[in-house]
């Protein structure tokens, strides 16, 4: 789900790599999934090898020369691990201050506390919810992972019945809720009102999440039976702490990010003028990269020396918390690197063309363009720029209303069955500790019953309004 920009985005509509007609893309498309499936699951190679040689048999059979196809795929590569890969790693560093300092068994034992085990995963919907309002999809998964793994692992939950209400929270809100960069292109492109989709995105998202949340995961909990990776777990400090930071010092640290993140977005919101002093302060106070690093360095004084640590205890916990992390980043950057050489060869403006001559509702329009883009590149945000580019036209007669509607409809077939091709269809895999068939059936279904679901509410919407 890695988002790109506007300026990103025009770059990948530059001249293909390769001459290929739509059936050969087709085909090359399906070979090089069908190599990467293959791969992973029956020579068990690990995933970062065999995105790789998907990319490169992707590239062959679409017919690019080997040179462009490496310049593609090293491109994305190098630009998801630039845009997600500091974001993973200050999460991690983060997150293991809260693990070493007793901070993350503080939040823990809380929600344990205060939560009983039927409300657990309606609690963790709740926050991550809250917490992806203003997050990127990444930021949000690396905040909310040690407190998803620890509660799981101490309240002896099932990893699913906890982790996907956290993760439908976080896509919802990625897919359908401005401020997130999807959503807000949507909006320009087709001249809808922000307060308009923002009010029915809300709408839609509540009883959508409740049914991909805590509704679901109880199906998952069955299918996928799994308990929380040991080595993803932050584990307890291995000596005895005099102290640990209070509930309040821990939570504020945490949401730190979200409101910073928060503030850029209202003030981007209520100013709507880069020229201005507070807008320029809030773009940089409030980007991801230094909304996390702010919460990393306070945090080395809300949680490390609140609980007693030295200045060399505080090196060797940043220290340690990089290594895990290393794989993930791989194999995360691997899956941006197949995402932009499928982009490069043009599926995108396949799709685009597939679909210039359907004659059905222009909800479901751009629906069923941005569910062809999702599923051929992978990414959420370059199938909501393209299906919203697509039906703009249509959107210019419609009422206020409609055209939200229209928004809501491409962001909801933005999130369509995530696989892989899809950088997040892998973090979250990595993180979770779970197989690419496990993933599958947990993660890419909540997807799909996210974007249905979402597309049924918005249809009856239309029905409404």
Same mark, same amino acid.
């Given at each position: 789900?890695?988002?790109?920009?506007?300026?990103?985005?025009?770059? %990948?509509?530059?001249?293909?790599?390769?001459?290929?007609?739509?059936?050969?893309?087709?085909?090359?498309?399906?070979? #090089?999934?069908?190599?990467?499936?293959?791969?992973?699951?029956?020579?068990?190679?690990?995933?970062?090898?065999?995105?790789?040689?998907?990319?490169?048999?992707?590239?062959?059979?679409? #017919?690019?020369?080997?040179?462009?196809?490496?310049?593609?795929?090293?491109?994305?590569?190098?630009?998801?691990?630039?845009?997600?890969?500091?974001?993973?790693?200050?999460?991690?560093?983060?997150?293991?201050?809260?693990?070493?300092?007793?901070?993350? %068994?503080?939040?823990?034992?809380? @929600?344990?506390?205060?939560?009983?085990?039927?409300?657990?995963?309606?609690?963790?919907?709740?926050?991550?919810?809250?917490?992806?309002?203003?997050?990127?999809?990444?930021?949000?998964?690396?905040?909310? @992972?040690?407190?998803? $793994?620890?509660?799981?692992?101490?309240?002896?939950?099932?990893?699913?019945?906890?982790?996907?209400?956290?993760?439908?929270?976080?896509?919802?809100?990625? #897919?359908?809720?401005?401020?997130?960069?999807?959503?807000?292109?949507?909006?320009?492109?087709?001249?809808?009102?922000?307060?308009?989709?923002?009010?029915?995105?809300?709408?839609?998202? @509540?009883?959508?999440?409740?049914?991909?949340?805590?509704?679901?995961?109880?199906?998952?909990?069955?299918?996928?039976?799994?308990?929380?990776?040991? +080595?993803?777990?932050?584990?307890?400090?291995?000596?005895?702490?005099?102290?640990?930071?209070?509930?309040?010092?821990?939570?504020?640290?945490?949401?730190?990010?979200?409101? $910073? =993140?928060?503030? +850029?977005?209202?003030?981007?919101?209520?100013?709507?003028?880069?020229?201005?002093?507070?807008?320029?302060?809030?773009?940089?106070?409030?980007?991801?990269?230094?909304?996390? $690093?702010?919460?990393?360095?306070?945090?080395?004084?809300?949680?490390?020396?609140?609980?007693?640590?030295?200045?060399?205890?505080?090196?060797?916990?940043?220290?340690?918390?990089?290594?895990?992390?290393?794989?993930?980043?791989?194999?995360?950057?691997?899956?941006?690197?197949?995402?932009?050489?499928?982009?490069?060869?043009?599926?995108?403006? =396949?799709?685009?063309?597939?679909?210039?001559?359907?004659?059905?509702?222009?909800?479901?329009?751009?629906?069923?363009?941005?569910?062809?883009?999702?599923?051929?590149?992978?990414?959420?945000?370059?199938?909501?720029?393209?299906?919203?580019?697509?039906?703009?036209?249509?959107?210019?007669?419609?009422?206020?209303?409609?055209?939200?509607?229209?928004?809501?409809?491409?962001?909801?077939?933005?999130?369509?069955?995530?696989?892989?091709?899809?950088?997040?269809?892998?973090? !979250?895999?990595?993180?979770?500790?779970?197989?690419?068939?496990?993933?599958?059936?947990?993660?890419? !279904?909540?997807?799909?019953?996210?974007?249905?679901?979402?597309?049924?509410?918005?249809?009856?919407?239309?029905?409404?309004?």
């Amino acid at each position: 789900m890695t988002s790109l920009s506007v300026e990103t985005l025009a770059a %990948d509509a530059a001249e293909p790599i390769t001459s290929a007609g739509n059936a050969q893309l087709g085909i090359a498309v399906l070979a #090089g999934i069908a190599v990467i499936v293959l791969l992973i699951t029956k020579f068990k190679v690990h995933a970062f090898l065999a995105l790789t040689i998907g990319s490169l048999a992707l590239g062959s059979f679409a #017919g690019a020369a080997p040179a462009k196809t490496i310049a593609s795929f090293t491109t994305g590569l190098g630009s998801t691990v630039a845009g997600v890969g500091v974001l993973i790693a200050l999460g991690a560093i983060l997150g293991k201050l809260l693990a070493d300092s007793g901070g993350a %068994d503080q939040i823990v034992d809380t @929600i344990l506390a205060r939560a009983s085990g039927r409300a657990m995963p309606w609690a963790m919907v709740l926050i991550a919810s809250i917490i992806g309002l203003p997050l990127f999809f990444e930021v949000g998964i690396v905040l909310l @992972i040690p407190v998803v $793994l620890l509660v799981a692992k101490r309240g002896n939950y099932s990893l699913m019945r906890i982790g996907i209400p956290a993760l439908a929270g976080l896509s919802v809100m990625h #897919g359908l809720i401005p401020p997130h960069p999807g959503p807000l292109v949507a909006i320009d492109a087709l001249d809808a009102n922000l307060g308009v989709t923002l009010a029915l995105g809300v709408l839609v998202a @509540i009883p959508t999440v409740i049914i991909a949340g805590p509704v679901f995961s109880r199906y998952a909990a069955r299918w996928v039976d799994i308990e929380a990776p040991e +080595k993803m777990i932050p584990q307890r400090p291995s000596e005895d702490l005099d102290r640990r930071p209070g509930f309040g010092a821990t939570l504020a640290t945490i949401l730190l990010p979200v409101v $910073l =993140m928060l503030v +850029k977005a209202l003030v981007d919101i209520v100013v709507d003028d880069p020229e201005q002093g507070v807008q320029r302060v809030t773009d940089v106070i409030g980007s991801p990269l230094i909304a996390l $690093l702010a919460a990393v360095v306070v945090g080395m004084f809300t949680l490390g020396r609140a609980a007693g640590f030295s200045k060399d205890r505080l090196s060797v916990t940043v220290e340690k918390s990089l290594a895990p992390i290393a794989g993930v980043l791989l194999i995360v950057g691997a899956g941006g690197g197949f995402k932009q050489t499928l982009i490069d060869a043009g599926v995108g403006r =396949m799709i685009l063309d597939f679909s210039e001559d359907w004659s059905i509702p222009a909800l479901l329009l751009g629906w069923l363009i941005a569910v062809a883009i999702r599923l051929a590149t992978g990414s959420a945000t370059v199938a909501t720029i393209s299906a919203a580019g697509l039906v703009a036209p249509l959107a210019a007669d419609m009422s206020t209303t409609h055209a939200a509607l229209l928004v809501l409809a491409v962001g909801a077939g933005s999130l369509f069955f995530s696989h892989v091709n899809d950088a997040g269809f892998w973090l !979250v895999k990595e993180y979770f500790g779970m197989s690419v068939g496990q993933t599958v059936k947990t993660w890419s !279904v909540m997807e799909t019953i996210i974007s249905v679901v979402s597309l049924v509410f918005v249809l009856l919407l239309s029905l409404i309004l």
